[in-house]
Nanobody, 116 residues
Framework: VQLQASGGGLVQAGGSLRLSCAASGSIFRISSMGWYRQAPGKQREWVAIITSGDSTTYADSVKGRFTISRDNAKNTVYLQMNSLKAEDTAVYYC???????????WGQGTLVTVSS
């Protein structure tokens, strides 16, 4: 199973980016898909999660600015990021959790840099 994340880059504060993460390989029974991020010198933190039932949860720091969505047919999760701030600068990782068996997969990360 591989998770391929893309869409990162350099953007000015106030701008937008859309991240994508496609899961390939033998991956079944996806329970949730999500995005995490890790800023330089900080621990990895969760950003947004979407369940198999399309229920979404956001970290307070991104609520109202970021939107997570998924395409089940493509096993792909997206993160639309609007009104970006310098503090959103980080490497963004996608994560997929399956059930039966319960497994966690991580993508390789994509760098988002927001200039102020």
């Amino acid at each position: 199973v591989q998770l391929q994340a893309s869409g990162g880059g350099l953007v000015q504060a106030g701008g937008s980016l859309r991240l994508s993460c496609a899961a390939s390989g033998s991956i079944f029974r996806i329970s949730s898909m999500g995005w995490y991020r890790q800023a330089p010198g900080k621990q990895r933190e969760w950003v947004a999660i979407i369940t198999s039932g399309d229920s979404t949860t956001y970290a307070d720091s991104v609520k109202g600015r970021f939107t997570i969505s998924r395409d089940n047919a493509k096993n792909t999760v997206y993160l639309q990021m609007n009104s970006l701030k310098a503090e959103d600068t980080a490497v963004y990782y996608c994560r997929v959790v399956t059930h039966t068996p319960s497994l966690i997969y991580w993508g390789q990360g994509t760098l988002v840099t927001v200039s102020s």
